[in-house]
Each structure stands twice: as structure tokens, then as C-alpha cells.
């Protein structure tokens, strides 16, 4: 699929041909799905945790249980970043693309299964490896498909898709919370929620059937073979002076987004979750029926955060062609920042669902449409879902401390702590003071090069 010559008043769209939308509909479902079983665990986490865990086991315990296992996710989603991103650009990214897909598919599956939590972490580990692979070949395989003058656009509108993927989950946890108040077993609801998030397995056939490889990456890789440009390499990529700026950098600029939105916001449903749960407690409702109560209100939480995460990523993408990545990076990078200390110093009510959970949302997601953008425009078509896999990913190592630094934070801070209520305030307070790890995307942004307008790296023996 080749690009078709364009001109600058043209919309984006419209500068697409039926290849083109076929190979961005792939990547995007591709992607979608991923976030959606993303969300899936967040949502479930926790009553996997009091599942799996002991009788009455301390909550704070849990929450710290919780921070664990999404440290394992997390990591296992960096090593399966640092691996498919590299095979991609050996083989090819579409191939690898499905690979990834349904090695998540079927391990979010048998997370389902899970009878202690080790088990239980095993399993997330090998989801994090599938995961981890999707976003650098779905950007690099957009990146290389589409016209030069489309592709800033439609890389937004790909993570912005993202937020359709975690809108569902939270339907999803809605629907069993509400199923688990009258219908499935109280405390299975986690269960039924693993189980729907593998049927984006059957995506992987549709994948391997019908979509080609960019015709960009097929020319540039027959003729790195004659001209020795290797593919794929991590010793090229941090070994030329050319890339591993880019990639050291690029990987802090992540490391600060990913820590802020895994390590912090998206613990937000735990919050939304104990602050609505003493509400229920004080109405009466029946204590057989919290659980599915509370499931169906931390999904209306996610839904809202989503639904503000989905502006914002297309308002970064709007902004960042019109403006450049960096300033808008640097906008969005300070207002993350207070918008996840606002949600956690002030969330108190009902209400705060449908206004400060939207506006971190916001902020936190709109960071991720800017990586989509101009991560793959730091790197050459050899590199190019190495170089991206690399920073979106490797950072996840480091990312990885995030949940669980949380998890030991709150724990350090609630003790002594006799009361629910403040063992809560504890929670508030380790998101308040990790919410300063955005700032470190402001002391990376003036290192990286802005990629407003110039052309894609080209390669060189």
C-alpha cells in the first residue's frame, strides 16, 4: 500500500484509500482490544484479590496484593514490548501483530481460572507479554501504510479509539455487577469478566487472512538486505548516536505517563470504590449485594474516565498538528499533574464521578495519543517498532515500580491506622505525592527533537 500524493488542504480522511482504512481498522481493533483487557483487569483486580486471597485479610494488604500484581503486568508487558517490537521489524509487523493478540486473548482467559494468586499472577504476566507487543506494531504498521500527511492524524484517532476499548470494559463490569446482585455467584463477577475479555482471540484469523505487509516496510527490508541495514536491532538502535538519544529519552518521556496513569490513575477505581462503598453501607443496601454494587459504580467510574480520556486524545492530536508535540506534551504534562492530585485529595462523592474523574482522564490520556504520534517519528522504518517498542515498553521496567511503590506507600502511610477512614486518607495521600512523577515528561521534553511537519528518519547502511 503505497502513499497517494495529497494535498494540504485535503482532510485526512479523505486521503485514504480502502487498503489504507483496512490496515487502520486492523491496527485499531487490534489496539482497542488490548486496552479493553487492560481495563478488564484493573476493574477485577481487587475482588480477585479479596477472592483469592485469605479470609479476611487486612485491606490494606489487599490493595498492596493488588499493586503487586499489576507490578507483574506490567513487566511482563515490557518484556513482550522489548521482544515483538524487535520481531516486528524482522518479519514483519502484521504476522506479529497476531501473534500478540492471541497470546493476550488466551491468557486473559485462563486468568479466569486462577485458584490462588500467584497463579493468578503467572497468568497476568503472560497477558503482559501480549500486551505489551500490540502498540509499537500497530503504530509502526499505520505509520508505514498511510500517506505522510494522514499519519499524525489517524495515530491519534488509533489510541483515541483506545478509549472505546475501556468504555466497554466498563460496560462490561457494569452488566456482571448487575448479573452479580441477582443472577451469577457473589464474588465470581471478576471471573465472568476475564472470560469476555478473551474473545478478541477470534480477531487473530480475520488478521492473518486478509492483511498484507506495508509496502514500505517489504522494499526497505529487501533492500537493507543488500545493503546491510539490519532490522529489528537493539544493537543498532542504542549503539548509533543518531537513535539512542532518542530512545533513552523517548523511553523517560513514557516512563512519566505510564507511572502516572498505572502506577496512580488507574487506581482511581479502588478510590471510587471505597468512597461509594461507605455510602452504600450508610443507605442500608444489603451487605450480599456491595459487591455488585460497588462493581457496577467503579465501571461507571471507568466509563467516565474514559469518556474524558477520549476528548483528550483527540484534542492532542488536534493541537500537537497544528502547534507541534512538544509544547502541547508540555500543556499536558502539568495539567496531568493536577488533575490526578484533584481526584485524590478531593473525591468524595457520587457527583465527583461525572467531573473529576472525566478531567484526569483528560489530562492522564491525552498523553498517550502524543506517544502514538511521535514516538514512531523518532525512528527509521528499520527501527521503527523497535524504537517505539523500546520507549513505550522499556520504560515499563521502571514503570513497574510504579504500582507497586503505590501499593507500599499507602501501606507505610496507613500505619497505625485503626479506622477505614484513615486508612483511605493514606490512599489519598501516596497518589497525591506520586502524582509528581509527570514532571519528570517536562525534563525530558527539551532533549527530543520536534518532528512537526519534517519527514520520517530514513535508514543508512
Request: with cysteine; glycine share 10%.
Amino acid at each position: 500500500m503505497t502513499s497517494q500524493p495529497t494535498t494540504a488542504v485535503s482532510p485526512w480522511w479523505r486521503q485514504l484509500n480502502r487498503g489504507h482504512w483496512f490496515v487502520f481498522a486492523v491496527a485499531s481493533l487490534a489496539w482497542l482490544f488490548d486496552c479493553l483487557d487492560q481495563q478488564l483487569f484493573i476493574l477485577a483486580r481487587n475482588s480477585a484479590m479479596v477472592a483469592l486471597s485469605p479470609p479476611h485479610t487486612d485491606p490494606a494488604l489487599l490493595k498492596a496484593a493488588g499493586s503487586n500484581a499489576t507490578a507483574i503486568f506490567v513487566a511482563g508487558w515490557a518484556v513482550g514490548g522489548l521482544i515483538f517490537g524487535a520481531v516486528g521489524d524482522r518479519i514483519g509487523r502484521a504476522k506479529t501483530l497476531a501473534m500478540t493478540v492471541l497470546l493476550y486473548s488466551v491468557f486473559t482467559g485462563l486468568s479466569a481460572f486462577a485458584t490462588s494468586v500467584p497463579m493468578f499472577e503467572f497468568f497476568r504476566f503472560l497477558t503482559g507479554l501480549g500486551v505489551g507487543g500490540v502498540f509499537g506494531l500497530s503504530v509502526a504498521l499505520v505509520a508505514d501504510s498511510l500517506p505522510d500527511a494522514a499519519r499524525p492524524h489517524a495515530l491519534g484517532v488509533l489510541q483515541a479509539l483506545s478509549a472505546v476499548g475501556n468504555v466497554s470494559a466498563g460496560l462490561i463490569s457494569i452488566l456482571v455487577g448487575w448479573l452479580e446482585t441477582f443472577k451469577i455467584a457473589p464474588g465470581s463477577a471478576w471471573r465472568w469478566m476475564f472470560l469476555i475479555g478473551a474473545l478478541p482471540a477470534f480477531l487473530c484469523v480475520f488478521i492473518q487472512i486478509r492483511l498484507r505487509e506495508p509496502e514500505k516496510w517489504v522494499k526497505a527490508r529487501a533492500a537493507g538486505k543488500v545493503s546491510g541495514v539490519r532490522f529489528g536491532s537493539y544493537a543498532v538502535l542504542l549503539g548509533d548516536v543518531r537513535w539512542r538519544s532518542r530512545a533513552l529519552i523517548g523511553m523517560l518521556l513514557c516512563v512519566s505517563g505510564v507511572i502516572g496513569l498505572w502506577g496512580i490513575g488507574f487506581f482511581s477505581p479502588e478510590l471510587t470504590k471505597d468512597v461509594i462503598g461507605r455510602m452504600l453501607k450508610s443507605e442500608g443496601i444489603p451487605p450480599e449485594k456491595l459487591a455488585g454494587y460497588g462493581t457496577m459504580w467503579t465501571g461507571l467510574s471507568l466509563i467516565c474516565q474514559n469518556l474524558g480520556a477520549f476528548a483528550g486524545m483527540m484534542i492532542f492530536t488536534k493541537l500537537a498538528s497544528q502547534y507541534g508535540r512538544k509544547p502541547v506534551f508540555a500543556v499536558a504534562f502539568v495539567c496531568a499533574m493536577l488533575s490526578t492530585i484533584g481526584v485524590f485529595r478531593f473525591f468524595n462523592a457520587r457527583g465527583d464521578i461525572f467531573w473529576m474523574i472525566p478531567l484526569m482522564g483528560f489530562f492522564q490520556l491525552s498523553l498517550f495519543a502524543g506517544f502514538a504520534i511521535y514516538l514512531p517519528e523518532l525512528f527509521p522504518v528499520s527501527l521503527r517498532s523497535t524504537g517505539t517498542s523500546f520507549c513505550y515498553n522499556v520504560g515499563r521496567f521502571v514503570a513497574a515500580a510504579g504500582p507497586f511503590f503505590m501499593g507500599r506507600l499507602t501501606t507505610a502511610l496507613a500505619a497505625g491506622a485503626v479506622t477505614p477512614e484513615a486508612k483511605l486518607q493514606a490512599f489519598r495521600n501516596a497518589g497525591c505525592w506520586m502524582s509528581g512523577i509527570f514532571l519528570l515528561g517536562l525534563i525530558a521534553l527539551p532533549f527530543l527533537p520536534e518532528t512537526k511537519g519534517r519527514p520520517l528518519p530514513e535508514d543508512s547502511p
